[in-house]
C-alpha cells in the first residue's frame, strides 16, 4: 500500500489498462497534452498519437466516434471534461448509447465517458453541475462516482473493462485528496456501495466529494451524542439498493445527501425506494439536503450558499432524532 492522490490514482487506473488492453484508447479534446486536469499526462508519449486521439471541440464527435468504435471491437475513453457538456450530445447519450438493446446482443458497447462535475471553484453554472438525478433516467448507463482515490482506480478500472457503457464522474474538489492504494492490481465491482463509517442512530447516504462532507458532520454529531453511519454508494447505477435498506434497518433514520437541486435529484430517488421498500423501518420522515431549485451561482459567496454543507447536514440530522 501507498498514499497517492485521487488524481494520481485516475492516471494509474488508465495507464494500466491501457496496457493491459490495446483495445483501449483515449480520445478527446487537448488529451496529447497535459490537459485542464491532468489525467492524460504523459499518454501520448507512452501509447502514441493512435491510441491517444486529439478531437475537435464537439462533444457530439467525441461521443459519436468513441459510441462508433466500441460498437466495433474497440474499448474507448472518451474525455467530456465537463458533465454539464453532457446536454451537447444528447443524442448520442440518450439514444445511441443504448444500441446493444437494439442488436440482440450481437454487438457490445465497452465505451467509459470521462467527466468532471460539482461545484466549488466558481466557475459558474455552465461548468459546475453534477445532474446525478437526470443521468440515472438514462437507462442502460452504469454511473461511477468515486470519493477517493482508492475508489477512485478500482471504479475505473471496472468501468474500462465492463462491456456496457459506463459514465464515470470526479468530483472538481476530489483531486488532491490522497488515500492508501494497493501496489496489486484490483477493481470495485459497479453498484456496490460501501459502508464508510458504522453507527446505530441515523443512515447518512451521498456520494463523491459529499462522502468527505458527510465523514467530518458525522463526527461533529459524534461528540454530541448521535452516531451516525455514512454510506458512499460510489455508483448511482446500478444502485446497491440491499446496503442503503439495511442500514435503515438498523438506524430507523434516513439522510440523503448530494450536490444538485432537491427536484427530481438521486436523493429524491433514493428516498422514494426507502419510502417503498423499507417503510415500515423509519422512526421519523427521510430528509434530503440537496441544493436549492436554482442554477449555480457565479459569486464565490453566493456558491458557497447553494453549496449543501455540514451544517445543513447536521441540521437536518438533529431535526429528526
Not at 108 to 116: C, D, N, R
Amino acid at each position: 500500500m501507498r498514499e497517492i492522490t485521487f488524481l494520481e490514482a485516475q492516471q494509474e487506473a488508465i495507464n494500466e489498462e491501457m496496457g493491459r488492453d490495446d483495445t483501449v484508447f483515449v480520445l478527446g479534446e487537448n488529451v496529447q497534452a497535459m490537459s485542464t486536469t491532468g489525467l492524460w499526462k504523459d499518454l501520448s508519449t507512452k501509447y502514441g498519437d493512435m491510441r491517444v486521439r486529439d478531437t475537435a471541440i464537439s462533444e457530439q464527435a467525441i461521443l459519436g466516434a468513441a459510441i462508433g468504435a466500441a460498437a466495433t471491437g474497440m474499448r474507448p475513453i472518451a474525455s467530456l471534461m465537463f458533465v454539464d457538456f453532457l446536454g451537447i450530445c444528447s443524442d448520442e447519450l440518450i439514444n445511441q448509447l443504448q444500441m446493444r438493446y437494439m442488436f440482440g446482443g450481437k454487438i457490445k458497447m465497452p465505451l467509459t465517458i470521462v467527466a468532471g462535475c460539482g461545484a466549488g471553484r466558481s466557475i459558474a453554472a455552465q461548468h459546475s453541475k453534477s445532474l446525478y438525478g437526470w443521468l440515472m433516467t438514462i437507462q442502460g448507463l452504469k454511473i461511477a462516482v468515486p470519493s477517493n482515490a482508492y475508489d477512485a482506480k478500482g471504479l475505473l478500472k471496472a468501468a474500462i473493462r465492463e462491456d456496457n457503457p459506463v459514465l464515470y464522474l470526479t468530483h472538481k474538489l476530489s483531486g488532491g485528496q490522497s488515500s492508501q492504494v494497493p501496489d496489486e492490481d484490483y477493481i470495485i465491482p459497479l453498484g456496490q456501495a460501501d459502508v464508510k463509517r458504522e453507527g446505530s442512530d441515523v443512515t447518512i447516504v451521498s456520494i463523491a466529494y459529499g462522502v468527505t462532507m458527510a465523514l467530518a458532520a458525522a463526527e461533529k454529531l459524534q461528540a454530541n451524542g448521535i452516531s451516525a453511519e455514512v454510506i458512499d454508494l460510489r455508483s448511482l447505477a446500478p444502485l446497491d439498493k440491499e446496503t442503503i435498506i439495511n442500514s435503515v434497518q438498523k438506524t430507523g433514520r434516513l439522510v440523503v445527501t448530494t450536490e444538485e437541486p432537491v427536484t427530481g435529484s438521486a436523493a429524491a430517488e433514493i428516498a422514494a425506494i426507502v419510502a417503498e421498500e423499507a417503510f415500515d423501518y423509519l422512526d421519523a420522515p427521510i430528509k434530503r439536503v440537496c441544493a436549492p431549485d436554482t442554477p449555480i451561482p457565479f459569486s464565490p459567496g453566493m456558491e458557497q450558499f447553494w453549496i449543501p454543507d455540514e451544517d445543513d447536514l447536521i441540521k437536518a440530522v438533529t431535526e429528526i432524532m
